[in-house]
Structure formats: structure tokens, C-alpha cells
């Protein structure tokens, strides 16, 4: 197990701690495949209640790591950050993300499919996909669209710009904006565990209930924005921004935040 992804568990809270500082908590392929391992054993076990995805008080995550990305690209859902995708996609339990720093790409798009958001003052999000001659993923075209409408969507995805947490509450896409990093981890985890004193099926059952009217189209259009993001990966457009993005000598996502 790598230490790039912290998972700890007390009073039945597990915490997914994004841990790589130096590289702006830029994820891997490893790290992708230990968060998913992690979602799966919290929805499994009975004494996980609630999860928590965080990085640390200064930043959330910077998105994918370029050079692991670029090194061992997604072929097919078998790919660990598909894998990710699907577990936290799945997972029963509340999620509750604590939101520092940059939160870009699927740093932002990871909010979508959790349950509680609570943003740090220094917040920034950004979903950089269509700079980088790419599509958005894991359901965003269907779910900010949904929540926000048409032109706000188009103005965050299409645009790719960016906004800090006070947007993200405006929008309804956070709950709350925190004082501090340290105050912000810190709400995340008294929420989280309030659900632990909440009768847990009925947690599941409600949770459930909220997602079951649009729960099979998102999978579809996951499925779908994952097959073209594969190719898009191949494509000159992408290849060209990609290869003038590494250029730069910036290791992750956090230049665009």
C-alpha cells in the first residue's frame, strides 16, 4: 500500500486522505487503485457508518499526475481511476469531502457523487477538460447541467473556468465555506460523524432513494463519457495540449486551478 492515500478508521469514520504535498496531491494510478479499495471495504463493512475524502489544509488535489497519466493511460473501465469512479459511485454510506486548496479536474468532478462538501476560504475548482483537448468525466456533463443548468454548465465545462468556495456554495454544488483549512477538515469530521448516531439503514435506504431516479442514466453516461475520454486521449487536439501542458515542467492539474 502506497502512503500517498492515508485511510484510517475511528468512530466509524473512515478517512481517505490524499498525501502526496509536494506534488499538490496529484493523483496516480496506484493511488486511484487504494482509494478504491478503501470505498469498497467502507460500503462493506458494518462498522464503517460514514467516509471522508480529503487531501490536507492547504490543498485538496491537483488532479491527475501528468506523467503517471500519461505513462499508463486509461484503456477501458478496468483502469484504476475507472475503478475509483465505480466505488465511489457505489457506495452506500455518506461520503463527506473536505475541500482545500485546488480541487481540479476529477477533484472537482468527485464532489458531484458525494453526499456533504465543505470548502476551505482558499478553495479553488476547475475542470479543465476541454483546454486540454479532452470531455469531461465521470458524469459531469450530465449531473452540472442538471444542478445548474445549460449555460452555467457550459460556462464551467465548456470554458473550464474556474470558481473558489464561495461559488461552489452559491451554486449548490457545497454546503458550506470554512474559516480556516483546519476548520474545514475539522466540520467534515463532525459530520461525518453525526451519521454515526443515525439509525444506518435508514441512512442507506435514504441515500438510495435519492439517487434511484437518474442513478441508471448517470452510469450510462459514465460509461459513454469514459469510452470517448479513452479516445480522446489518442487524438492530435489532445496530444498537441498535453504535450505543450508538459512542456511547461508542471508536474499536475494546479495550474489551472
Known sequence: MSDAVVVSQAEGVMTLAFNRPDKKNALTAAMYSQAALALQEADQAA?????????????????????????????????????????????????????????????????????????????????????????????????????????????????????????????????????????????????????????PQAVLQSKALMRAPYLQQLKQVIAEEGALFVQRLRSPEAMEALSAFMQRRTPDFSRFA
Open 47 to 199: 462498522a464503517v457508518r460514514a467516509v471522508v475524502i480529503q487531501g490536507d489544509a492547504q490543498c485538496f488535489t491537483s488532479g491527475n499526475d501528468i506523467q503517471d497519466f500519461l505513462k499508463s493511460p486509461p484503456a477501458g473501465q478496468e483502469a484504476p481511476v475507472f475503478q475509483f469512479m465505480q466505488a465511489l459511485l457505489e457506495c452506500r454510506k455518506p461520503v463527506v469531502a473536505a475541500v482545500n486548496g485546488s480541487a481540479v479536474g476529477i477533484g472537482t468532478t468527485l464532489l458531484l457523487h458525494c453526499d456533504l462538501v465543505f470548502v476551505g476560504p482558499d478553495a479553488k475548482l476547475k475542470m479543465p477538460f476541454v483546454g486540454l483537448g479532452l470531455c469531461p468525466e465521470y458524469g459531469s456533463s450530465f449531473l452540472l447541467p442538471q444542478r445548474l443548468g445549460h449555460a452555467k454548465a457550459a460556462q464551467l465545462l465548456l470554458l473550464g473556468e474556474s470558481f473558489d468556495g464561495a461559488q461552489a456554495v452559491a451554486l449548490g454544488l457545497a454546503n458550506a465555506q470554512l474559516a480556516s483549512g483546519e476548520a474545514c477538515l475539522r466540520h467534515a469530521r463532525e459530520q461525518a460523524l453525526r451519521f454515526t448516531q443515525l439509525a
